[in-house]
Nanobody, 122 residues
Framework: VRLQESGPGLVNPSQTLSLTCTVS??????????WSWVRQPPGKGLEWVGS???????FYTPSLKRRTSISRDSSKSQFTLQLTSVIPEGASVYYC???????????????WGPGTQVTVVP
């Protein structure tokens, strides 16, 4: 399976950050497993943002829940992250990944995209 993130590299704090992950590797692959977004701020560790299950149910880290939305378009084999009111702490490398559960236990993740840098500019 291969994953590739895409989206703007620069956003301002009032914008909604929208990132798309395109998944390849088999027919209807995105309709199975959990599909997750993880970010890594500069100099810090990985932070789980949220996941979408094969059922379409979504899970979010509590601190970001009110500002985060993850959706899936199976016809395009894509899933999308939207994060509103991005603040400077939101500047990170964002990764999309396949996982076996919705959590920050990265041992349950088996495929990752290369990551995309997002910078917040005033």
């Amino acid at each position: 399976v291969r994953l590739q993130e895409s989206g703007p590299g620069l956003v301002n704090p009032s914008q909604t950050l929208s990132l798309t992950c395109t998944v390849s590797g088999g027919p209807d692959i995105i309709s199975h497993y959990y599909w997750s977004w993880v970010r890594q701020p500069p100099g810090k560790g990985l932070e789980w943002v949220g996941s979408i299950a094969e059922t379409g149910h979504t899970f979010y880290t509590p601190s970001l829940k009110r500002r985060t939305s993850i959706s899936r378009d199976s016809s395009k084999s894509q899933f999308t992250l939207q994060l509103t009111s991005v603040i400077p702490e939101g500047a990170s490398v964002y990764y999309c990944a396949r996982s076996w559960e919705a959590s920050s236990d990265y041992s349950k993740y088996d495929s990752w995209g290369p990551g995309t840098q997002v910078t917040v500019v005033p």
